[in-house]
């Protein structure tokens, strides 16, 4: 049955409301919950292989302190002969705390090592829960500096929430420190090797992924934009790939992305590159970057 002319302007009009309502709904759903950054290379320095080729942080307490670096030469030689032999990339909280992460090559735990501003040592043991990957490649802390974020080795979809060893009075040396959450990813990484808070929702984090399947480029930096704070509840994780890191060097072979820091301070990212053969004894760098 033909319908008159207002009734049919009215269907057309309905017709386009229910288009335009299911168009703004699916890019609702599709939109990142942040938008990506681009972060442009200003520089770099090099990067000393036995003690600045694992991981970096700056510290703000005291004012005025230099960059902390982490390599096979920073561990402790009584560390090592009780079987850490093995550091990742550290942190420092905003208040002076100062965190390096530990492993074994073997066993069913993992070491916090932190730092108070004062200057004390302490070791923080974490057994392993079900599941969870022996290695211990990196720590990032938290803005408001009670909770600390680390990562497992592999193809992964998640990290890990740790209340912040020695931050947070809910730790203590002489008590396993326990995971509290995960930050289930969206997209799964691979071979993280550091991350750093940027804000209280978003890290940057450096991959040594080789293969490139995962985003379409190898040695990717990520940004991961969180759905709320860490904290003692799960929170999700969007990812995105931002660049390829650098990979130069007057040598050819396989590069190593390690750990990576962000000074809120100066806005600065800096990213530990490691160069192929012999290279790594004398082009690998601390590269440099700002937002733009």
């Avoid at 942080?57 to 850490?84: D, H, K, Q």
Wanted: charged share 15%; proline share 7%; with cysteine.
């Amino acid at each position: 049955m033909r319908l008159p002319s207002r009734h049919r302007c009215h269907a057309v009009l309905a017709g386009l409301v229910t288009l335009a309502t299911a168009a703004a709904l699916s890019v609702a759903a599709t939109a990142p919950t942040a938008a990506a950054d681009t972060w442009t290379e200003v520089g770099s320095d090099r990067a000393d292989p036995l003690t600045e080729s694992q991981g970096l942080a700056s510290v703000e307490v005291p004012a005025g302190s230099p960059n902390r670096y982490t390599g096979i030469g920073t561990i402790p030689f009584g560390l090592t002969v009780r079987g850490w032999n093995h550091v990742g990339d550290p942190d420092a909280s905003y208040n002076g705390y100062y965190i390096e992460p530990y492993q074994a090559d073997s066993g069913n735990a993992k070491m916090y090592r932190v730092q108070a501003p004062g200057g004390a040592w302490s070791e923080y043991v974490h057994t392993l829960s079900p599941g969870e990957a022996l290695n211990n490649s990196f720590d990032t802390i938290s803005p408001n500096g009670s909770w600390m974020v680390s990562g497992e080795w592999g193809t992964m979809n998640r990290l890990l929430v740790f209340p912040t060893p020695g931050v947070n009075p809910s730790t203590s040396p002489s008590a396993n420190l326990p995971q509290a959450s995960s930050i289930n990813l969206d997209h799964a990484v691979r071979d993280v090797q550091g991350c750093d808070f940027v804000t209280s929702t978003q890290l940057l984090c450096a991959s040594d992924d080789p293969e490139g399947s995962l985003f379409g480029i190898t040695k990717p930096l990520l940004q991961i934009d969180l759905s709320a704070e860490t904290g003692t509840a799960d929170v999700t994780g969007h990812v995105t790939a931002l660049r390829q890191l650098p990979l130069r060097s007057s040598c050819s072979g396989g590069f190593e992305a390690e750990g990576i820091d962000y000074d809120r301070r100066t806005g600065t990212l800096r990213v530990i590159v490691v160069s192929p053969g012999f290279c790594v004894l004398t082009d690998s760098k601390t590269y440099r970057f700002t937002r733009s």
